[in-house]
């Protein structure tokens, strides 16, 4: 027996009258699938374009929705590798060009003294980490101070927590010294 469900999917998968549907899913005791292949077979419906298949799913399943995630079969049901990889270089192109527009200034006593670009002082940091570092604290006993200038990193929020820091390091130098906050010595 065929019921109005199966009609009502075989119209909308095949496109044809209610009369028409109802006969051929008879025919095929209720299968769609088979009244599918029967109506190409008779050429009153046309395959799908590109080959392809029909299926009973509904719409929802037919087409799961894509996701850089893997399915339960451990497959990757999103983007390949190639593009994946594609869009990692773009960003590294970006970060790149975000890190040579903007700089770090060394200055000491108000004068400039070197500048190093972004993308140097990352790269440095990475693989010379513990050069790196204590270079910078070191040059921040020696009067040295640092700012950050370009499009991207030349804000003033980041500015004075630079200068913050210079500061307390000054604090602490002079503090090692034996001078008080007001430059009087402590010894006298």
Not at 50 to 78: D, H, I, L
Not at 132 to 137: F, K, R, T
Request: without cysteine.
């Amino acid at each position: 027996m065929v019921t109005i469900e199966q009609v009502d999917k075989l119209r909308e998968k095949a496109n044809i009258s209610y009369d028409e549907a109802k006969k051929i899913l008879e025919e095929t005791n209720g299968d769609i699938l088979e009244a599918i292949i029967k109506l190409e077979q008779q050429n009153r419906i046309s395959s799908p374009a590109g080959g392809g298949y029909y299926n009973s799913r509904q719409k929802v399943e037919e087409a799961p929705e894509q996701n850089n995630t893997r399915n339960n079969n451990g497959q990757n049901s999103g983007a390949s590798f190639r593009e994946l990889l594609g869009k990692f270089i773009r960003w590294l192109r970006k970060m790149i060009s975000k890190g040579n527009s903007n700089y770090l200034q060394v200055t000491k006593g108000g004068e400039k003294t070197t500048t190093v670009s972004v993308t140097i002082l990352v790269i440095g940091l990475v693989f010379a980490f513990w050069v790196i570092v204590p270079l910078l604290i070191v040059g921040l006993f020696f009067g040295y101070r640092y700012s950050f200038n370009g499009p991207d990193l030349g804000k003033e929020s980041i500015n004075q927590v630079m200068d913050s820091v210079a500061n307390a390091a000054e604090n602490i130098k002079n503090e090692v010294k034996g001078e008080n906050s007001h430059g009087e010595n402590s010894n006298s």
